[in-house]
């Protein structure tokens, strides 16, 4: 048990689990995984606001959400989340502290061949499962040298091995195409997420426009600059906001309070995140998932 895991045993891990909507502690086995893990999802957004607020109001001020103390106390306080280093850090600090055994790890997202992404990985009678913050798709993923297919409409979700290493495919509104996300199995360390996530302060597609998303009920709420997207078994549905609707959309979908929207918006936050994205898109994604390339012309 790591020191930081120790900061969260005084009345914080109750705290978190009762806010989760647990009745109690889940149990060390997959059924508890798996109710934890969906109730992060529907009750923890994965979010830039605490960055962009840094990022905005104060440049090179140290970013927010380093310790799994200070991201539960602000999601407590005000309903934030995180991206995934800060996130991927909270959620194997909780399941830690739980006593499951996790791990950090990293991945390289849309398989860039860099370690990007921060992720999290339990092992249960020898088993490994992927229990990722930022992807929140819904299931915990096995691991096991296997392909393995969720097929639903809302959290299509996919893995595979390869070699030494894993492809998760996700497919997260607006796009309408599965994204690769190379998994290294390898424990990681804090000071490994940290430096990654202080090398995002530079650059990242989350630190100038808004992005938070957040599983409601069976649906995903993704804001995305100014753009409300609304993903249902029924089909998905966008709208652009205007900047009162953009503020209360933060509220009502994603669970902010007042006081840290109304932070957001004078940082300047809000007034980027009605500009259109700034530099070159990300280059396209040619591979297909394993389903897709099992299907015959």
């Known amino acids: 048990m790591t020191h930081e895991d120790a900061s969260l045993r005084d009345g914080m891990i109750v705290r978190v689990v009762q806010r989760l909507g647990l009745p ?4 060390i086995s997959l059924d508890g995984l798996r109710a934890l893990y969906q109730a992060w ?11 962009m607020i840094a990022l905005h109001s104060n440049p090179g001020h140290v970013l927010p959400g380093r310790t799994a103390t200070d991201f539960f106390s602000f999601w407590l306080e005000h309903g934030t989340g995180g991206t ?3 996130g991927s850090n909270a959620l194997f600090t909780i399941l830690s502290a739980l006593g499951f055994r996790a791990r ?20 249960l009678d020898g088993a490994d499962w992927l229990v990722d913050s930022s992807l929140l798709c819904n299931e915990p993923l096995p691991l096991n040298g296997t392909e393995f297919v969720i097929d639903d409409p809302v959290f299509p979700t996919e893995s595979e091995s390869d070699g030494d290493t894993f492809v998760v495919w996700h497919r997260v509104p607006p796009s309408q195409n599965h994204t690769p996300c190379r998994v290294h199995p390898a424990a990681v360390t804090h000071d490994f997420y940290m430096h990654r996530y ?5 650059r ?6 808004l992005y938070a998303r957040r599983n409601r009920g069976h649906g995903i709420v993704v804001l995305l600059g100014s753009t409300r ?6 089909g998905l549905l966008a709208r652009d906001l205007d900047a009162g609707e953009l503020c209360e959309a933060l509220r009502t979908d994603i669970g902010l309070s007042l006081q840290i929207v109304e932070e957001w918006r004078k940082s300047g ?15 396209p994604i040619t591979k297909l998932p394993p389903s897709q390339r099992r299907i015959k012309p």
């Open 269 to 283: 936050s809000l007034a980027a995140s009605m500009e259109p994205p700034e530099g070159p898109p990300p280059p």
């Open 229 to 234: 997207f609304r993903l249902t078994p029924d």
């Open 198 to 202: 202080d090398e995002s302060g530079v």
């Open 41 to 51: 999802g529907q009750h923890v957004p994965f979010d830039n606001v605490r960055k």
């Open 204 to 209: 990242s597609i989350f630190n100038q426009r």
């Open 104 to 123: 950090r790890v990293a991945g390289s997202m849309r398989d860039l061949g860099i370690q990007n992404h921060g992720t999290t990985i339990v092992t």
């Open 24 to 27: 109690c502690a889940p149990p």
């Open 84 to 86: 995934c280093w800060p």
